[in-house]
């Protein structure tokens, strides 16, 4: 089913299962030869969430390459390299921001991410973690039952990023005075694109001069682009449905022009670099997604690091 403004899911079903089958290809990262990550709490947290497909797959139980197309530029076999260079992105981009003097991170829709607990952290840092409350309450009970402790002075921020999470956020603890490192990881493509916009007002107005932004972007694509991405999610999705995992993923994503994320926080004061997926893979070591001829592809996300520089106009709130 399409997505709609006001729809909800959770970890097993719509887009929150995207966050179970990432969490199921970390899990299968780190049991990898000479693996990029290390999450330990990927499969456990997979398996409380109880997709019989995204456990087995997780498990090692079916292999990514048994279940693909061959013929299809996407491959969920792909997906655990691709993911690891993501979560390692992410990860050296808050460690690395801890080392450097911030001690408030921020976890935009954080899903089954598991960094307050798995990362070692200096003293003073607060994780704040924004999702809504259903999901936040069942990674708590989670963790509390596999005895895990968080690593940091950890802070869910039970709220939908449809609603006032600046306020919720301010209300658990938030200064705004103080630098910030924010991620922005797995999201954007879920969002509608004026409310990628209305996302990064929101935490530019809530940021420091020298705070931290780490996003993952979706390049545009041409109304043709959108038709061979939909089909070819279609066709890579088939093997999956024979498995009881009949979820639609070429539904998911809002479509429509957004904002190229380092254009779009330039004026705002923020100076941005970027790399691409395939840059990623190949720093990394990882064979790159194969590319269909004229198609963007998974390979073309861009992952960016954005400082904030310059001071947002006086008396700027959140939208």
Do not use: C
């Amino acid at each position: 089913m399409a997505r709609t403004d006001n729809d909800t899911w959770d970890l097993a079903t719509s887009v929150g299962a995207t966050a179970t089958m990432v969490a199921a290809a970390r899990a299968i990262a780190t049991k990898a030869e000479n693996p990029l990550i290390d999450d330990r709490f990927a499969e456990p947290l997979v398996r409380a969430v109880g997709v019989d497909f995204l456990t087995r797959w997780a498990a090692g139980d079916l292999e990514g390459t048994d279940l693909d197309d061959h013929d299809s530029a996407w491959k969920l076999g792909q997906m655990p390299d691709a993911m690891a260079a993501r979560t390692r992105f992410f990860d050296a981009f808050l460690t690395g921001a801890t080392q450097d003097g911030i001690r408030q991170l921020v976890i935009l829709a954080s899903g089954l991410d598991a960094r307050a607990y798995r990362l070692t952290w200096p003293d003073g840092v607060t994780v704040f973690e924004i999702d809504q409350p259903a999901v936040l309450d069942f990674k708590a009970a989670t963790m509390a039952d596999l005895g895990a402790e968080p690593t940091a002075d950890r802070r869910a921020v039970a709220v939908d990023l449809r609603d006032d999470w600046p306020a919720a956020l301010i209300a658990a603890g938030f200064d705004r005075t103080q630098p910030t490192a924010w991620i922005a990881e797995g999201l954007l493509g879920y969002l509608p694109p004026q409310a990628q916009d209305r996302l990064l007002d929101n935490l530019t107005a809530l940021s420091a001069d020298g705070s931290r932004l780490a996003t993952e972007a979706i390049p545009n694509l041409s109304a043709a682009e959108q038709e061979q991405a939909r089909e070819t999610m279609r066709s890579a999705t088939e093997k999956w449905q024979e498995h009881g995992f009949d979820l639609e993923f070429s539904e998911l994503g809002y479509e429509g022009d957004r904002h190229d994320v380092a254009a779009y926080l330039a004026p705002l004061g923020w100076a941005s670099t970027g790399q691409s997926l395939a840059d990623l893979l190949a720093q990394y070591r990882r064979p790159t997604p194969e590319r269909d001829a004229g198609a963007v592809t998974m390979a073309d996300t861009t992952y960016y690091t954005s400082i904030k520089q310059g001071a947002i106009k006086q008396g700027a709130e959140p939208a």
